[in-house]
């Protein structure tokens, strides 16, 4: 069975405050994503890697950096919070390949209130 | 890019059929997938069309056809834990890392 699995279900912050959200996954899995979820903007990806050290930029980059040093994690972090990156945050990860379906496994996700 | 419209919300009765429509337009189309997600819970994956056609899998099916830029998921015998958010994302060609764009999601709710 694959898991997926991040630090915190729930954390609660203060504005200004630096947050690590961190994501594992044990199935030797070449790609990692971070995506939000918001009430009336489904799943937005932040950023996501394909390989240990590699990132991209996803759709909402802006106030957030992410860190891959392992291949098996993948850290995502708000440097200075604010009360507008109070979201649901969701790990995946997937193989990678042309023969693989690529499907994306998920965390079961980090409810973040920004205080 | 991707853009990518499915239906907010829909309800059906338990033991019936339902049907969730989702249509995209893409620079460049390498598959579609079906998440499901409780209300509370992670996406979990179930289904991925990369042919026209129908893919049946038990009470669920996924069609596509490309030609039409058009999917849908079709739910049979409805039961009450049908009750969830069903996405659909779309993976384009020629990007790195598997990436998929993801719609807002469907909101089934199945009542008695």
């Known amino acids: 069975d694959v898991k997926v699995t991040q630090s915190s279900r729930y954390l609660v912050k203060r504005t200004g405050e630096k947050v690590f959200l961190e994501c594992v996954q044990d199935?030797?899995?070449?790609?990692m994503f971070w995506y939000r979820q918001d009430p009336g903007l489904g799943l937005r990806l932040i950023y996501f890697?394909?390989?240990?050290?590699?990132?991209e930029k996803g759709d909402i980059p802006e106030g957030y950096s992410v860190s891959r040093e392992k291949k098996e994690r993948f850290s995502l972090i708000l440097e200075s919070a604010s009360t507008n990156q109070t979201s649901m945050y969701l790990c995946?990860?997937?193989?990678?390949?042309?023969?693989?379906?690529?499907?994306?496994?998920f965390g079961p996700g980090t409810r973040l209130l920004v205080l | 890019g991707q853009n990518i419209d499915q239906p907010t919300e829909m309800t059906a009765t338990e033991g019936a059929i339902v049907q969730i429509n989702c249509t995209y337009q893409?620079?460049?189309?390498?598959?579609l997938f079906w998440y499901q997600q409780h209300a509370g819970e992670a996406p979990t994956f179930l289904s991925y069309?990369?042919?026209?056609g129908l893919e049946e899998k038990g009470r669920f099916s996924s069609f596509l056809s490309r030609s039409k830029g058009y999917s849908y998921l079709l739910l049979k015998e409805l039961q009450m834990k049908d009750s969830a958010s069903y996405l659909c994302?779309?993976?384009?060609?020629?990007?790195?890392?598997?990436?998929?764009?993801f719609g807002d999601g469907t909101t089934l709710t199945v009542k008695p």
């Open positions: 995946a990860s997937s193989f990678e390949g042309v023969a693989t379906q690529e499907t994306q496994y």
């Open positions: 199935m030797d899995h070449e790609n």
């Open positions: 890697s394909y390989d240990v050290k590699m990132k």
């Open positions: 893409t620079s460049g189309f390498n598959g």
């Open positions: 069309n990369v042919l026209d």
């Open positions: 994302a779309v993976r384009e060609r020629n990007t790195n890392a598997g990436k998929s764009t």
